[in-house]
């Protein structure tokens, strides 16, 4: 129905009458600038936000990866500490035979036989453990959801 109308309105003008532009007039050619221009712009800031988030994620991974070697930097310092004291290198000099002139170095010799089974402080030794009692609450337990 409008497209009638309309269709009225230009046979209704005079023939000297300027008829309606249907391309692009200065009005509509600023609107579609400013609106290019609008895009670009939220275009340039999702980019921007986008950059700034992956630069958080990357300092995150730093400050976690710091913290590793800061752990790795105070062992590493504690057993620096034990290794300077003179007891551990006195140790570590009788395991190559170079201790004091008052020390007799040994060995045990290689075609030594085993140790039995039940030497004292060997592992074939061990200790009895006598059964406990099941507790009321166990008894229940087993009861109810099986044997262990």
């Known amino acids: 129905m409008e497209a009638d109308e309309s269709s009225d309105d230009l046979e209704a003008r005079a023939p000297g ?4 532009s249907l391309g692009l007039s200065r009005r509509r050619l600023a609107v579609l ?5 609008c895009l670009w712009l939220v275009g340039v800031f999702a980019r921007q936000v986008g950059e700034a988030a992956t630069a958080a994620d990357q300092a995150e991974a ?6 590793i070697v800061q752990r790795d930097i105070d062992s590493l310092q504690s057993e620096l500490k034990l290794i300077q004291q003179p007891g551990f290198v006195d140790s570590a000099a009788r395991g ?3 201790g004091s002139a008052r020390e007799i170095p040994f060995t045990v010799d290689s075609h030594a036989s ?3 089974s039940n030497a004292p ?5 061990r200790p009895e453990v006598s059964p406990q009692p099941d507790s ?3 008894a229940w337990l087993k009861v109810l959801f099986g044997s262990d």
Not at 17 to 20: C, G, N, Q, S, V
Not at 33 to 37: D, K, L, N, Y
Not at 121 to 125: D, N, R
């Open 17 to 20: 009458e300027p008829r309606p």
């Open 33 to 37: 600038v400013a609106g290019f221009v």
């Open 62 to 67: 730093m400050r976690a990866r710091n913290a």
């Open 96 to 98: 190559y035979m170079l």
């Open 114 to 116: 085993p140790l039995p």
């Open 121 to 125: 402080g060997s592992t074939g030794i």
């Open 136 to 138: 009321p609450l166990d």
